[in-house]
């Protein structure tokens, strides 16, 4: 076996116990029935655990059970995926997963490892499946990602599907999931391949380049323009001050000849004022320089001096510190014949009594010393600003006076209104030169290059040859439909066909051999038809992904073969079917053959599982008896979920 096949559904109770459904691996799986007794619920298990959007089982299931989860093999790996039921009846976020080349089945909800969200597990479990390289590829085919809710319609022939006249898959009733499945089919049949999945990646990264370098000439081409029109504004500026001489060819000129006149530009010398009283101007300007100096070393020194009361301040603290300790000395009355520090009496002078008391007498004169060196900085502060004030008015009198001279010079006065023009424009200019900033120029030849690889990829894997490729597809699947639906029960007009299968609106056309007339799916008529069209398409399509080595798994779960025949209506028990019946009705004779089609299939497809959830049981039929792995009937009062599980918790 190397196709996913599931071995284990595990259903885990409020009451810690836990009852599990045991499958055949690469074989027939049947469980027959009577209604009521929670067969369909297993799909809705089956699919609750594989991430789906709504929480679909029975509300008897649901009730009474905490988790559910299901065991999977490829022979070589298996996972263990389980989800929680929620409170709510809604389905929970909160799923499990777990896989290795040996995996226990969980025995408790507790024991369930691999925590987390619902789309963190289904990414987990899409890698696994081999969906990763498909969905990191630049698919072409969809917008949307290869899901593993995409496997569902291959693996799933429930009630609404097995004998439907209108639904040819599983999900396609749903607007929805039919868009997405519908959107997937072209992978699962085949046309994407590796290679082309290689292409499509180097594609998506050549369009990003592409991306770029056009991206690169759209700023490269409007830096042009703005930097051209900065240099022309300034230009025109300076022209205004007589700076410079503007003409025709400013307008023609490239953005390098105009930053070169600029550049020239900033090299303009700063033209002397000449003042009738320059003499005194100059005397005044050398006393305000002067002054201008003091006051900054003044300013330093106040600086420095506030640092340093700053220091004296953490000084004083620690003075007040050692001046405590230094208080303790009052406590010691030493004599030669007391303890100073207990008063007892000495019998004679003793040698630590003196050392005790020449310690107290050398903090005395520490704390003296304290007290003479403590820093005072405060009156060397106040003077320094007592300083820089009267500097303040000085300087303020000498800019006074200079103001006044230069009013004096009305033509000095131009001049320097002149050349404050200038200098403001030539700081523009040196502001602009220093500040633009180089936008790097696209690559012709590269953007070139990446276009002329895309036409390659495209041309080697374009729509024609993907389109190509899926007819190749829906011609083989045809093709093995047609064979298996000779070995069905059927009728009119049916009876001796070819089916087509088209997958871009997924449908069954039926040519008639002679006639070469079509009939479409909805015109069949008859359940009978319709159930033998169903399982010969799905058993065609499983051999098609099979040969394909599809990580679609080998499982077809179907619900109720014998639905077209025996009715739940007519019985709500256990239909038993003995083999009188197969001589004297032809509904018995037909469900034999199709039951027989089932077993020889999944003998000669290798790694197909088939699960049957059935009314009817073949008590005559060796393969079918030996397949039915569980048994519910009424008067049993077996079912899939016993009766007795509490729908709360017990305490």
């Not at 071995?7 to 029935?33: A, P, Q, W």
């Not at 994407?192 to 370098?213: C, F, T």
């Not at 997924?506 to 799916?521: C, G, M, N």
Request: proline share 2%; aromatic share 8%.
């Amino acid at each position: 076996m190397n196709r996913w096949n599931i071995s284990h559904l595990i259903f885990y109770s409020k009451n810690n116990l836990h009852r599990t459904i045991e499958f055949n691996v690469n074989d027939v799986t049947i469980i027959t029935g009577a209604s009521n007794t929670g067969k369909s619920a297993v799909i809705t298990a089956i699919d609750y655990c594989l991430g789906s959007s709504t929480n679909n089982i029975p509300a008897f299931v649901s009730a009474r059970v905490t988790h559910i989860a299901t065991k999977w093999s490829d022979g070589t790996t298996e996972f263990v995926i389980g989800r929680e039921i929620s409170k709510s009846g809604k389905a929970s976020g909160n799923m499990y997963f777990e896989y290795g080349a040996d995996v226990d089945v969980p025995i408790s909800a507790n024991d369930l490892n691999g925590r987390g969200n619902i789309e963190e597990i289904k990414a987990l479990l899409e890698n696994l499946f081999g969906f990763t390289v498909v969905n990191e590829s630049d698919n072409v085919l969809s917008v949307n990602k290869i899901s593993i809710r995409q496997i569902t319609p291959f693996i799933y022939l429930d009630k609404k599907v097995i004998d439907s006249d209108t639904t040819l898959m599983y999900g396609l009733d749903d607007q929805n999931a039919s868009k997405r499945i519908i959107d997937s089919l072209p992978y699962f049949l085949g046309a994407i391949d590796l290679k082309e999945l290689e292409a499509m990646r180097r594609l998506r990264g050549l369009k990003k380049g592409i991306e770029s370098e056009e991206r690169k000439q759209i700023l490269f081409e409007q830096h042009q323009i703005d930097v051209l029109e900065k240099c022309r504004s300034l230009l025109a500026e300076a022209s205004q001050v007589g700076l410079f001489q503007m003409d025709d060819s400013v307008v023609s000129a490239n953005k390098d000849t105009l930053i070169d006149i600029l550049e020239r530009l900033t090299k303009w010398e700063y033209s002397a004022v000449n003042f009738e009283n320059d003499d005194v101007l100059k005397s005044l300007q050398i006393i305000k320089s002067n002054q201008l100096a003091e006051l900054n070393i003044l300013r330093r020194k106040k600086t420095a001096a506030i640092q340093m009361n700053s220091t004296t301040d953490d000084y004083d603290k620690v003075v007040e510190k050692q001046l405590s300790k230094l208080d303790l000395s009052k406590f010691f009355q030493h004599t030669e014949e007391k303890c100073p520090v207990c008063s007892s009496d000495f019998k004679e002078p003793n040698e630590i009594s003196k050392m005790i008391e020449n310690s107290i007498v050398e903090l005395r004169r520490e704390r003296k010393v304290v007290k003479n060196h403590k820093p005072a900085m405060n009156g060397f502060v106040k003077e320094i600003d007592e300083k820089i004030d009267g500097l303040q008015i000085n300087i303020n009198k000498s800019d006074n006076e200079i103001r006044n001279l230069i009013k004096e010079s009305e033509v000095a006065q131009n001049q320097l209104v002149l050349n404050q023009n200038i200098s403001r424009i030539i700081g523009r200019i040196s502001y602009f030169l220093d500040n633009h900033t180089a936008v790097e120029a696209f690559d012709q030849k590269k953007l070139n290059d990446y276009n002329r690889e895309i036409e390659q990829i495209n041309s080697k894997y374009g729509k024609s040859h993907k389109e190509e490729r899926i007819a190749l597809a829906e011609r083989k699947i045809s093709k093995y439909a047609t064979a298996n639906l000779k070995e069905l029960p059927r009728g009119i007009p049916i009876e001796n066909c070819e089916v087509n299968f088209f997958s871009k609106q997924p449908k069954l056309v039926i040519t008639d051999a002679e006639t070469e007339r079509k009939t479409p799916f909805a015109n069949i008529g008859s359940d009978e038809n319709y159930l033998s069209l169903h399982l010969s398409f799905a058993f065609a399509f499983q051999r098609f992904l099979s040969e394909k080595k599809s990580s679609v798994p080998g499982l077809l779960i179907l619900d109720q073969v014998s639905r077209p025949y025996y009715s739940n209506k007519d019985s709500d028990d256990e239909k038993d079917i003995k083999e009188v019946d197969i001589n004297n009705d032809d509904d018995s004779a037909a469900l034999e053959k199709h039951f027989n089609f089932i077993f020889k299939q999944v003998q000669e497809q290798k790694g197909l599982q088939v699960i049957i959830l059935e009314h009817a049981y073949l008590s005559y039929h060796e393969a079918y008896k030996k397949a039915t792995k569980y048994k519910w009937p009424k008067i049993a009062n077996d079912k899939l979920i016993p009766s007795d599980w509490p729908e709360v918790f017990e305490s």
